[in-house]
């Protein structure tokens, strides 16, 4: 079990490359993967896609990728653009003749224009040659990306199956209780009609029909079974290896939907107060669901 919050980082260097990927992944419910690179590099999107896509199924993943060149290595000064310079100040004559007042370019004004100043040669870099360098780096960064959703899903687990354990707890108490419901009806029915000076007798035909149909309207056998085959499939889809963040939301609301009919036909104060309690406890582990893949 994987959650969908995490964060790797990668690095590999060629003789002509050294790449830089980090990995962000947060919640969606759909897979999501943003690739951000270099212009250059544009072309590798496809490629970083690719390399991520099989081991996500549910989340937003931004891959970050930078590089540049090798300390020590002379390509890698900063170097300058002089006809980009030029022009750039030749535009600034033409501004001034047409304004009528002379304006001059600051130094910060050519630091702020893309291309005069280029650090290293990253935008010029060859594809398949950073790509040698990106390659390994990213699949370092997903790994330490992978591993740190492990351990997240690990802690995620733990909770589901202490929830999973109140939930049972919950159920087994509406499991004792329910059995007891007609009786008790029974005798309500006994003392209403006594109060009313009306007496009848406890083998009164007419009171077991009664108390019949009230048995069979407040029946939640069945809903208490479909509860316990859910919980037994939360149990296999939590220690399953496979993502399972669909179908475990997917069974929170049949959970929610048993619960709700067993305080609907129930007709009972504690049992009602004892699916309030549930459906509580099972909207904090609906939301934890959310986190994982």
Not at 61 to 68: K, M, N
Not at 180 to 203: A, N, V, W, Y
Request: hydrophobic share 40%.
């Amino acid at each position: 079990m994987h959650s969908m919050t995490g964060f790797g980082r990668g690095t590999h260097t060629t003789e002509g490359w050294l790449a830089s990927v980090e990995t962000a992944s947060i919640n969606r419910k759909q897979a999501e993967i943003v690739a951000i690179l270099p212009r250059s590099l544009q072309s590798l999107e496809s490629r970083v896609r690719q390399a991520v896509m099989p081991h996500v199924s549910r989340g937003r993943v931004q891959i970050s990728v930078r590089i540049e060149k090798p300390e020590g290595s002379e390509s890698g000064q900063i170097r300058i653009n002089p006809a980009l310079a030029r022009s750039f100040e030749s535009a600034f004559t033409d501004l001034s003749l047409i304004i009528g007042r002379p304006l001059h370019p600051t130094p910060a004004d050519f630091v702020r224009q893309p291309g005069i100043l280029e650090i290293g040669e990253s935008e010029h870099a060859d594809p398949e040659e950073a790509w040698e360098a990106i390659a390994p780096a990213l699949n370092q960064a997903i790994t330490n990306l992978n591993v740190m959703r492990a351990i997240e899903g690990m802690h995620l687990r733990e909770d589901f199956l202490a929830r999973l354990s109140k939930l049972l707890a919950f159920t087994h108490a509406i499991s004792e209780h329910a059995p007891s419901r007609p009786e008790r009806q029974r005798e309500m029915l006994l003392k209403r009609l006594s109060d009313m000076g009306i007496p009848l007798g406890t083998d009164d035909e007419r009171l077991a029909k009664e108390v019949a149909l009230f048995a069979d309207r407040c029946d939640i056998s069945e809903e208490l079974t479909r509860l316990h085959s859910h919980f037994e499939k939360f149990h296999g889809y939590i220690h399953a290896e496979e993502p399972a963040g669909r179908p475990l939301d997917f069974l929170c609301q049949e959970l929610f939907r048993e619960f709700n009919t067993i305080g609907s036909k129930a007709n009972d104060a504690l049992i009602a107060q004892t699916v309030v309690e549930a459906k509580t406890e099972l909207e904090k582990l609906r939301e934890q669901i959310q986190n994982i893949e």
